[in-house]
């Protein structure tokens, strides 16, 4: 015998039937006495039939006394019921069934969601999309399906099933409504629920657990399940929303929480300026959590004292604030948004937060090169769900951006869903604009041009509406590169006027840096070397005005980049100095910039006339790649069809490449062929695009005389 919990949507029937089907025949029970006299009348023997008792919660007394009359006689019994125990008779029997045993219906995780998906739609998700849904639904397996077998945030199965549970607990209906509304302000204390829902504060405790029993709350807290939630919002009429909305907005608690909820729905939506004006409204602990959103936006940053309530919380705020103010120097607000994120696991406090200090500490460590503390930041938010299930996906994103920084591909990949995630909504702008700038940074270490264009035509409209700061820079440097890849780089250049005058206001220079950075990176895609010199020149310029001062310790990344500059803007002019170049690329791959160093060293080799250095250089570059994970498989190329490769993705002809390497054109095109027959390639097209993959250039400008970057 066996008892089987869970609340409704959980698999109990399923669970139920999958322990017992080894038992045989089994008799599944109906509350009908007439017909349980015969069944549990029988003489109980070696080849007893088990009864099966599902649901037992809904059994009344007087049935569920009989049985565990029976089961004392020795009639098998296996049940299943919901966790809380209500009634002293279903006590009794569930004591006796659970002599061999209880089973847990525990949430599912992201590889069980994958593989119930594919049973039901042929398709397996991908890690992130399976994340996203556990995420939606808490992991039930009812809520999962009703999910992937419709279309939209709420399909109709879904809509369907949270009316009908609502439908059966008509006292909790009202409760659920101020839950689904307010769902992105968290808990809140039980007598502010009870005003905005207009029920009695003694009877809020005993509706919370009857949505819990029924499979609508989030399990530990007291949140609906996200996707409960934008069904019960979306059941509602206009009418029955204002409602809603009226007596929340009457609750003194639920009314400033509120407040800080449209800043961070601002702040989700990319609109960090706005979202940081609204957080100046928001009381002591909005003002100084909007401290860090100004000083990347180029707004002085106002004072404050730590607010009343919560002291973690508070001490959390003023570290976000104190963090904020010195953002023009990342390396020592660094220290201080990892203690916020540190205060922020420990608070018992679940007031909405514009962003996480993990996800500020994050963009900050990747602008200064500290990737170690970067990616520590984002997995112990991952793990300990910092922020709420509101953050999730930002963190997720976030972990997939520190990947591609440091050259692992393919973990990025992982972290990033193409075709979004359930329930996306256009007030995601935030996270949308990141998984864009994933993709970009993924197509241009590809040479995927064609997914480039997407990407910047998919941002285009983002950024029209202020979605960028400085803490993103790094992040924009991705897009305004596809956009000078698809030929837009015009298109984009708002957006770099904006960061500048944002790093103008806060003084930043390892801000000021990212972006000339960013100016070099789109020089070299249009072969500009006029533009290229003016970008290593500043970079030169800030790393001097570093030197002597306490910030120049923290410089090594900006010292690396401005090296690099100056001998990627003579690569461009036709100046290569290779022992400056393996040095410059070596330093970049020192502050956790391998691709950078790779594509510096294989385009200086491109450049020199130099055969036996050119041979040096694109051997420095191969070494580069080899050390991420992009490229741990063996090219099928030798290194001097390697060598041909990489020229010819640099748009040379076979007599350039002969020149060069010197070698007739007749030599070059006998390598040609025999690397088309090794890569297995057609065409031309299929040539060039094998050569990306084998080689893992990011070339793809064919045009004559251009270097890809």
Request: proline share 6%.
């Amino acid at each position: 015998m066996v008892v089987v919990i869970g609340v409704d949507g959980a698999g109990r029937t399923h669970r139920l039937r999958a322990v017992t089907r080894s038992a045989g025949g089994v008799l599944h029970v109906a509350p009908d006495p007439a017909a349980l006299a015969g069944l549990l009348g029988r003489q109980a023997g070696p080849d007893t039939e088990l009864v099966l008792v599902d649901d037992a919660h809904h059994y009344p007394p007087a049935l569920l006394h009989q049985i565990t009359s029976a089961a004392r006689a020795g009639i098998p019994v296996a049940l299943s019921r919901r966790p809380a125990i209500t009634d002293p008779a279903l006590a009794e029997l569930d004591e006796l069934a659970a002599r061999d045993g209880v089973v847990q219906c525990d949430p599912l995780g992201a590889d069980d969601v994958a593989q119930l998906v594919a049973e039901r739609t042929g398709t397996r998700p991908g890690p992130a999309e399976a994340a996203s849904l556990v995420e939606d639904t808490c992991g039930l397996p009812a809520l999962v399906v009703a999910l992937v077998d419709g279309a939209g945030p709420v399909p109709a199965a879904l809509l369907a099933r949270v009316q009908r549970a609502l439908a059966r607990l008509p006292r909790a209906v009202a409760v659920a409504r101020v839950l689904a509304v307010a769902h992105d302000l968290g808990p809140f204390p039980h007598a502010g629920l009870a005003e905005a829902a207009g029920v009695a504060p003694d009877v809020v405790a005993a509706e919370l657990r009857a949505l819990h029993e029924a499979g609508l709350l989030a399990p530990g807290g007291e949140r609906l399940v996200p996707a409960v939630a934008r069904a019960v919002a979306a059941d509602l009429t206009r009418g029955e929303r204002h409602e809603v909305d009226r007596a929340l907005s009457g609750v003194p608690a639920i009314r400033t929480r509120s407040t800080l909820h449209a800043a961070v729905a601002l702040a989700r939506s990319g609109r960090t300026a706005r979202a940081a004006r609204e957080l100046e409204d928001a009381g002591t602990t909005g003002r100084l959590l909007a401290v860090p959103l100004l000083a990347a936006t180029g707004v002085a940053s106002p004072g404050g004292t730590a607010p009343a309530g919560d002291p973690l919380q508070g001490r959390l705020a003023l570290r976000v604030a104190e963090a904020g103010r010195l953002l023009a120097e990342p390396a020592r607000a660094l220290p201080l948004l990892i203690e916020a994120a540190e205060e922020l696991d420990r608070s018992t406090d679940e007031a909405p937060l514009p962003d996480t200090p993990h996800a500020l500490g994050a963009l900050v460590a990747s602008a200064v090169g500290d990737r170690a503390t970067a990616r520590r930041l984002v997995e112990d938010a991952l793990s300990a769900g910092s922020g709420g299930p509101g953050h999730t996906r930002r963190h997720r994103l976030l972990a997939g951006w520190i990947a591609l920084r440091g050259g692992r591909y393919d973990e990025a990949r992982a972290l990033t869903a193409p075709g979004g995630w359930s329930g996306d909504t256009a007030h995601d702008g935030r996270d949308v604009l990141l998984s864009v700038c994933l993709r970009a940074g993924l197509a241009r270490r590809s040479g995927d041009v064609a997914a480039a264009r997407a990407a910047w035509s998919d941002a285009e409209h983002l950024l029209a509406r202020e979605a960028i700061d400085l803490l993103h820079a790094e992040c924009v440097e991705e897009l305004v590169v596809a956009a000078a890849r698809a030929g837009s780089v015009g298109r984009a250049d708002g957006v770099r006027a904006t960061l500048r005058e944002y790093a103008a206001v806060l003084g930043g220079a390892p801000w000021t840096a990212l972006l000339a950075w960013t100016d070099l990176q789109v020089a070299v895609v249009g072969d500009d070397p006029a533009s290229a010199d003016a970008a290593a020149a500043e970079l030169a310029e800030l790393r001097d005005e570093l030197y002597g001062t306490p910030a120049a310790r923290a410089s090594a990344r900006m010292t690396a980049q401005a090296t690099a500059a100056r001998c990627w803007a003579n690569a461009l002019a036709g100046r290569v100095d290779g022992d400056e170049v393996a040095s410059a690329a070596d330093g970049l791959g020192a502050v956790g910039l391998p691709w950078e160093a790779s594509r510096l060293a294989g385009q200086a080799g491109v450049r020199t006339p130099d055969a036996a250095l050119a041979r040096r250089l694109l051997e420095r570059a191969r070494e580069f790649r080899q050390g991420s994970e992009q490229s741990a498989r063996r090219s099928v190329l030798s290194e001097r069809e390697t060598e041909v490769g990489r020229l010819v993705l640099a748009g040379r002809t076979h007599r350039e490449i002969g020149a060069q390497l010197f070698v007739s054109p007749k030599t070059v095109e006998h390598h040609v062929a025999r690397m088309r027959t090794r890569l297995g390639a057609s065409t031309r097209a299929e040539f060039l695009a094998a050569l990306r993959e084998d080689l893992g250039a990011g070339h793809g400008d064919q045009r004559a005389g251009t270097i890809p970057p």
